[in-house]
């Protein structure tokens, strides 16, 4: 078998059913992959619309599990896979018509990843940027993990990608369970095992905008949740990444300028969270212990420019932090940053 396609689901019987016919309408040999359905405990109808879709189609597979979060739930799907490569979907996104029909065509001996684009929509169908044309799969990068962070820096998202599944398993990289933002962690290990990287223009994942998922969800204990897992991971990075700062220059830098990209959004979540200021400076503390503040690379854009001196002027005093809370929660939030996310 060529390909699985691993979907965690939880509560998600209201989108499930775009995501896997999106699947199923690319229009590929069944015999050439399967879908295995994680249901993470979920409370809603979507166990009932799983097997539906088991019912209807030989290659689906449903994995019933307690609730242990999306990570738990990829891995498992990991572990039970038998295809020789696999990638995520999750629920509420789905996959362009005929997308991997451009991609699988390049799986084969030594590429351990193929990489795609996505496009953002909101729920409505309208997308915030123009997506490039696809070329029908042009190949816009080849080589090595490292080679890929030192052009690119760390990626984002985890479901841009066909990984080998056994390169995967050999390196032991699965997600870190427990946690949110987890692409960030997992996908620098990915890239620090050095796979051979195939990437394409083809524009195949639809990453749905929703308001309330776990991306973006600004509650205050969310964004605490969210802060606090991000702060974790971009410390255990920059642990590792510091022995290249010498060795390695360009790859540290690269991956150095990601992760104070990633700093703006780990902000903007403190912000939005029920921090204490005493929590706030103690936070503050970590990130300075670690290595992560002061910022050391140089802004590529003015909006990141305002971002990268708030954090700044934050970092040096932290005192403001209940103010500085008060202005974004009730005038960034509400008013800025709808106006932003629709440009």
């Known amino acids: ?79 039970l896979a038998t295809g020789e490569y696999v990638c995520f979907c999750d629920s509420d996104d789905y996959l362009a018509s005929d997308g991997l029909r451009d991609v699988i065509r390049h799986c084969g001996e030594g590429i351990d990843m193929v990489r795609y684009y996505c496009d953002f929509v909101f729920q409505d ?77 083809a524009h195949v994942y639809q990453y749905s905008i929703r308001p309330n998922s776990i991306s973006t969800d600004k509650s205050q204990g969310q964004s605490r949740r969210f802060a606090t897992d991000l702060a974790g991971s971009l410390i255990k990075i920059e642990s590792r990444l510091k022995d290249y700062r010498i060795s390695d220059p360009s790859l540290y830098f690269s991956c150095r300028k990601s992760i104070e990209t990633r700093l703006i959004t780990l902000f903007s979540r403190t912000l939005s969270s029920d921090y204490s200021k005493e929590e706030f400076k103690a936070f503050i503390q970590s990130l300075k212990t670690a290595g992560l503040l002061p910022l050391e690379t140089a802004p590529s854009s003015k909006l990141e420019q305002i971002s990268r001196t708030a954090i700044s002027i934050l970092s040096r005093f932290p005192g403001i932090f209940p103010p500085s809370r008060w202005i974004f929660r009730h005038f960034f939030l509400p008013i800025v940053y709808p106006r932003l996310l629709h440009d």
Do not use: H
């Open 1 to 79: 078998m060529r390909f699985s396609v691993v979907i965690p689901i939880y509560n998600a019987a209201g989108t499930i059913v775009r995501c896997v016919e999106s699947i199923v309408a690319s229009g590929l040999p069944e015999g050439d992959y399967e879908i295995i359905l994680v249901n993470d405990g979920s409370t809603d109808d979507s166990g009932i619309v799983c097997d539906s879709f088991v019912r209807r189609y030989p290659f689906i597979r449903v994995v019933n599990q307690e609730n242990k979060g999306v990570s738990a739930a990829r891995n498992n799907g990991v572990a």
């Open 125 to 201: 169908g309208r997308k915030p940027k123009t997506p490039v044309d696809r070329k029908e799969g042009k190949v816009t990068f080849q080589g090595t993990g490292k080679e890929y962070l030192r052009r690119f820096g760390i990626e984002t998202f985890c479901w841009n990608y066909l990984y080998r599944r056994e390169f995967l398993l050999s390196n032991g990289l699965f997600f870190t369970p427990g946690i949110i933002a987890e692409d960030t962690d997992f996908m620098f290990r990915v890239m620090m095992a050095d796979p051979m990287i195939i990437s394409l223009d």
